[in-house]
Structures are given as C-alpha cells and as structure tokens.
C-alpha cells in the first residue's frame, strides 16, 4: 500500500521560515520524481517545486528564490524548505509521487500552511 505522509506545516508570520516533509512507504522512492503542490482557498491546485531521481529541480516562479525542494533517498522523504513566506504562499500543501515507465502517480493528503500576523 502507497502511503505519502506530510508534515511541518502549521502557522507562522510573514518572512518567516517552515520546512515541509513527506515521507514515502510502498513505492521505490528513489526511482520516482517528487513533487509539491499547493492550493489555496478557491484556486486550483498548482504546481509548486519538484525533483527527479536524477536531482534536477524545478521550481514555480512565485517560489523561486524562496523555497527549496530536495530529498533523501535513504529515509524515502522529500522536503520543501520554505523561506521568506508571504500571506499568498497560504494554502494545503500537497506531496506527489510519479514515474511514467509505467506511470503510477500518488498524493499524500496534504499539510496546511498559513502566513499571517
């Protein structure tokens, strides 16, 4: 069975610091492209960061600069690192899991973030 598990999400002010977790059972994590995701109230869901078995990255351009994506394979996590939050980086932030030779694709179940004063 396919579990993705987030954690570290919570409140904090604008400018300051939160550092998401996802921990992986059930698949081959190191052979998958992770990915986060978020969405806020009454939006869709967006593509945030991801990164491939081979350690490429990518990021949304709202979050470049700020946030940093990276995982370690021998503990099956991905982690966001989220600086210099803002009252718009607001949302439930998603973890995903994908390969497409064959194509599985997973979701965890979400972690709330909310900047605010």
């Known amino acids: 069975q396919v579990q993705l598990v987030e954690s570290g999400g919570g409140l904090v002010q604008p400018g300051g610091s939160l550092r998401l977790s996802c921990a992986a059972s059930?698949?081959?994590?190191?052979?998958?492209?992770m990915a986060w995701y978020r969405q806020a109230p009454g939006k869709q869901r967006e593509f945030v960061a991801h990164i491939t078995s081979g350690l490429s990255t990518n990021y949304a351009g709202s979050v470049k600069e700020r946030f940093t994506i990276s995982r370690d394979n021998a503990k099956n996590t991905v982690y966001l690192q989220m600086n210099s939050l803002k009252a718009e980086d607001t949302a439930v932030y998603y973890c995903?899991?994908?390969?497409?030779?064959?194509?599985?694709?997973?979701w965890g179940q979400g972690t709330q973030v909310t900047v605010s004063s």
């Open positions: 059930g698949i081959t994590f190191s052979v998958y492209r």
């Open positions: 995903n899991a994908q390969r497409t030779v064959p194509f599985n694709d997973y």
